[in-house]
C-alpha cells in the first residue's frame, strides 16, 4: 500500500507560480503510475497531468499543457507538479495519486491511492 501525502498548496496572485509536491511512502515508489486531479467546488475530479514509473513519459490535460510541469525523483519518493502562469479558473483542490498498474489513466477510476489534497487558489 502506497500514502501520499500533498504539499506546497496557498494563494498565488494570477500569473504566478506553485510547486506542490506528493511525498509517497513505501520502498515501491518507483513501480507506481503518478497523477496529479483537480477538484474545484461544485464540479467532477479532473485529469491534470500524469507521469510514468519511470518519469520518462508525461501527460497533460489541454487547459495546463505549456504551463504545469509533472516530475517525480524516484530516489526521494516525490512527485512534483510545477505550476507557472496560473489563471483564476486554476483555483480547486488538488490531489496526487497513484496506481501499481500498467499504463497511464486519465479518469479518477484508474488510480488506487489518494492523497488528502491541497488547496491552490488563484486570486484574479
Known amino acids: 500500500q502506497v500514502q501520499l501525502v500533498e504539499s506546497g498548496g496557498g494563494l498565488v496572485q494570477a500569473g504566478g507560480s506553485l510547486r506542490l509536491s506528493c511525498a509517497a511512502s513505501?520502498?515501491?515508489?518507483?513501480?507506481?503510475?503518478m497523477g496529479w486531479f483537480r477538484q474545484a467546488p461544485g464540479k467532477e475530479r479532473e485529469f491534470v497531468a500524469a507521469i510514468s514509473k519511470s518519469g520518462g513519459s508525461t501527460y497533460y490535460a489541454d487547459s495546463v499543457k505549456g504551463r504545469f510541469t509533472i516530475s517525480r525523483d524516484n530516489a526521494k519518493n516525490t512527485m512534483y507538479l510545477q505550476m507557472n502562469s496560473l489563471r483564476p479558473e486554476d483555483t480547486a483542490v488538488y490531489y496526487c495519486a497513484a496506481t501499481p498498474k500498467a499504463g497511464i489513466y486519465m479518469t479518477p477510476l484508474g488510480y488506487d491511492y489518494w492523497g488528502q489534497g491541497t488547496q491552490v487558489t488563484v486570486s484574479s
Open positions: 513505501g520502498r515501491t515508489f518507483s513501480s507506481h503510475t
